[in-house]
Each structure stands twice: as structure tokens, then as C-alpha cells.
């Protein structure tokens, strides 16, 4: 398998302007999670779905950011509009079961908004 | 509740000489314990991980880690310190349907 792939590795854009970043995770694993990482705060979780559904979203910043799951292979997450204070590493993880299995993790798309 | 706690924001070793990163946990289930590898500009990459088998467990790269039930700690070791070993280390507890990731620790080795 060729793990979890995640567009655009890199992502400049100005204040304002929508940002999507999109994430294909693991054939047949049935958790995916979205982690965003800063300097100041570290890795914080956004949101985890499972079996598409998105079951805890209450790490997402506020209601500029939302994360869709339409099938099993595909997750976005949106921001708009966007601002300095969301520049970070955005990382896409996915895993066939929580508790005992492992995370997977994208290389990450670095987002900077200027 | 689950909680990790990484001892050390930054440790420094020689290469060649023993590494120790450490972590201590909280956990109201039996845990399951991990601990991941970041490379510059790079994702996560899991080492080992303990789920209530063997309470030494061997990962990739030559390192280790012991789960101590009575000490609530799965620290990080491994004998003989490279520099390929340069990276930030996260050590991370599941349960209650979630992850919970430590804070890191960034490992610099001095040739």
C-alpha cells in the first residue's frame, strides 16, 4: 500500500482566500484523524472519523474549519476564509482500530497564509 | 482519563552513548502505549508500540522501550545513539477512543 497520501505537500495563500487540503488514507482502515501542528501548541487533534462519520470534531478551531469524509477514500479539510494564525503542519492519519492500532500519518501539508 | 507526560523537552547525547527519552502515562483502561519518530519535515512514523503482551517490546532502529505498570512510565532506550537518531520523539497512550500524543521530546546527537 502506498500509506496515506495527502495534497498539496505545500500550500501558500493570502489572508481570506479558502484553503482545502485532501487526504486518501489506508485501504480498509476504517478511522481517519486530522492533527494540526504549531510550535507554540504542538500536535492537536481536530477531528476523527469513523466509517466516514465524523465522531469527535471538538479540536476544530472554530467555523472557518470543516472536514468531510464523502467515501472511504477521501477526506478534505476546508478552511475559509483563512487566516495568519492558521499557518501549520496539517497531518492526516489513519488507523483499522483505536485502542490497540497504530496511526498511520501522512507527510503533512504545510500551510502558510500570509 | 488518559494523559501522557514526556520528562524531557530536549535531550543531548554523543553518538555512540545510551539514549533515555522518557514517559510517564495516566490511564483509567489497561493502555496501549506508543512511541512515534518525526524527522524534519516529515509525518509521524511509529517505533514500537505495547498492547499488554510482552512488557519489553522491541521496535524499529535498534530501540526499546519498557512498560512499567508500577511506575505508570514507557521510557524510550537504546544502547548506542546514531545520527540518523536526530528527531523529535512523541510518546502517546490510547484509550477512550482517542489518542493521546505527549508533548515530544527533540533528541540531538553530537558526532
Known amino acids: 500500500d502506498a500509506g496515506v497520501i495527502q495534497s498539496p505537500r505545500h500550500e501558500v495563500t493570502e489572508m481570506g482566500q479558502e484553503v482545502t487540503l485532501r487526504c486518501k488514507p489506508i485501504?480498509?482502515?476504517?478511522?481517519l484523524f486530522w492533527y494540526r501542528q504549531t510550535m507554540m501548541r504542538g500536535l492537536e487533534l481536530l477531528i476523527y472519523?469513523?466509517?466516514?462519520?465524523?465522531?469527535?470534531d471538538s479540536g476544530m478551531p472554530e467555523d472557518r474549519f470543516s472536514a468531510k469524509m464523502p467515501n472511504a477514500s477521501f477526506s478534505t479539510l476546508k478552511i475559509q476564509p483563512s487566516e495568519p494564525r492558521d499557518s501549520a503542519v496539517y497531518f492526516c492519519?489513519?488507523?483499522?482500530?483505536?485502542?490497540?492500532?497504530?496511526?498511520?500519518f501522512g507527510e503533512g501539508s504545510r500551510l502558510t497564509v500570509l | 482519563a488518559q494523559s501522557v507526560t514526556q520528562l524531557d523537552s530536549h535531550v543531548s547525547v554523543s553518538e555512540g552513548t545510551p539514549v533515555l527519552l522518557r514517559c510517564n502515562y495516566s490511564?483509567?483502561?489497561?493502555?496501549?502505549l506508543f512511541w512515534y519518530v518525526q524527522h524534519p519535515n516529515k509525518g509521524l512514523q511509529l517505533l514500537l508500540k505495547y498492547t499488554s503482551a510482552a512488557t519489553l517490546v522491541k521496535g524499529i532502529n535498534g530501540f526499546e522501550a519498557e512498560f512499567k505498570k508500577s511506575e505508570t512510565s514507557f521510557h524510550l532506550t537504546k544502547p548506542s545513539a546514531h545520527m540518523s537518531d536526530a528527531a523529535e520523539y512523541f510518546c502517546?497512550?490510547?484509550?477512550?477512543?482517542?489518542?493521546?500524543f505527549g508533548t515530544g521530546t527533540s533528541l540531538t546527537v553530537i558526532p
Open positions: 472519523f469513523n466509517n466516514n462519520v465524523p465522531i469527535d
Open positions: 492519519a489513519s488507523s483499522l482500530a483505536l485502542n490497540t492500532g497504530e496511526l498511520f
Open positions: 502517546v497512550v490510547s484509550g477512550g477512543n482517542q489518542f493521546y
Open positions: 485501504s480498509g482502515h476504517d478511522y
Open positions: 490511564s483509567s483502561y489497561s493502555p496501549s
